[in-house]
């Protein structure tokens, strides 16, 4: 029998207690790790504290777990593990949440104080390690305080929406002292200075065509619906920032799809055009607005209004007129407030705009559609008397069979990434991507933590066979922990997203990215899990249907999808030069 109440006023406890009374105020229910002497004893305390503790196949794994589950909890998400190199298989995950403002919690105990700095059993310095990945590091430098750092990580991870460290010399979990266990602060962000809202909302009611970009924040602040009523009142077309296509929902009539890297026509098209852009719960970040589809859509001579939660990133990336510094969903309300009763010159041309709404939407639709296969030469080359599916029409059919209130995570590859056109989503806190991290092996382990979070979502992985050979291990976790989920994994052979840029700039030499494969399937269920193999079209909406209706019986499925090379757009064509050899002996790779 678990006990949930905390210890109330000063009580003579262990450091153990102290910690695990703390993690218990903050509501902590799971915690994602591999075990190790350094915490086993506060871990003893787990189980009478109500703590589930989820041992994982790699460190790296429980970091993005723990990513996942906050990301769809809209609370903590708790990884720790052993001294030393327990420690150092964080790091991957700790800067993927760190870039997608998880507020992931890691706690790192290290080695103790008396032997610290001798070189002794897993000794590494744990605090320069993660000091640029991280929003605040607690260090516990007197066991006396352990409660009181451990509070302040929570705290500070909700406040600056980030994760922290929270790093306990193993010595320290020992010993008998006066705690009083410390409430957890929450603070409230407001909406922004009065001056700005005034001016941003001077700025909307003069717009002609004004457009929202709705990006995490208002994910993160369950802002959607504030948003959607100051999208209406606006009758504004809405686009989602770059990997947040869970920001607005799709079937509303200003659902204008997500911006950026194999992103929406029709929301590019549509921002293109507006006057005053209010950018709301987004950093801008620099790849989520690159060109496009040969859209170089960002409007340079609109207004834009920026709101984030950080005020250093206001004005950081895009030229801003006005910064506010507040919450999402806050800024949508008092915005929404100020501007209901006044007259806005954007409803003189309220049909106008609502006709090139759908006009685009109906357009990028059909494209979509009438996009069964990429084009180019090498893919034209690829697909000639190829029996694989094509990766777009497969994904239509996914994107088709998706259940309703399904969480999706999506990895860092080629058929990933266009699959992001075909992931629209009706409710918040439903996609996972690894964000502008962009590590591959992020996905599956991103989505075993949202489904610890959800257990009763169905939930989804899209994996290239890469980034699968880094990450299927955590199916064990699946299988040992009854955590069912599904992977889709697209079997292309290939290192896609890279060979593209082999494609494209190196005449297609290709070093290190072909890849020869097992049988995923067969490996999934040596492993104990399920595993259909998937080659055609017809069978792609079924299977995925099946594999979400086996999550309800406890069972993972991993979906092994028989698809071409052939590939989408590449990542980074602007950060790519065509080869120059000077040297006679390379003078042929170019
Ligand atoms: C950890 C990590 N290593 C390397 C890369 C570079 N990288 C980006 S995409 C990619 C290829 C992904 O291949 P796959 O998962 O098979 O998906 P595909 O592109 O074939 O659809 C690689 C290696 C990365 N993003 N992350
Ligand atoms: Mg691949």
Redesign the pocket.
Known sequence: MSNRNVTQGRTRMTPSEAFVETLVANGVTDVFGIVGSACMDALDLFPAAGIRYIPTVHEQGAGHMADGFSRIAGRHGVCMAQNGPGITNFVTAIAAAYWAHSPVVMITPESGTMTMGLGGFQETEQLPIFSKITKFQGHVNNPRRIAEITGRCFDRAMLDMGPTQLNIPRDYFYGEYEYEIPQPIRIEHGAGGTQALQEAADLLANAKFPVILSGGGVVMSNGVEACVKLAELLDAPVVSSYLHNDSFPASHRLWCGPLGYQGSKAGMELISKADVVLALGTRLGPFGTLPQHGLDYWPKNAKIIQVDADPKMLGLVKKISVGLAGDARSAALALTQQLQGRQLACHANREERTAQIRQQKDAWSKELTEWTHEKDPYSLDMIRNAAEMHPRQMLRELEKALPKNVMVST??????SVSNSYLRFEQPRSMLAAMSF????YAFPAVIGAKVAAPDRPAVAYV?????GMSFGEILTCVREKIPVTAVV?H?R?????KKNQVDFYSRRFVGTDLENPSFAAIARSMGAEGIVVDKLGDVGSALAAACEAQLKGKTTVLEMMVTRELGDPFRRDALSMPVRKLEKYKDYV
């Open positions: 990895d860092i590859g080629n058929i990933c962009g590590n591959c092996g290239g066979d890469g980034a699968w697209f292309n290939q290192w896609g997203a890279e």
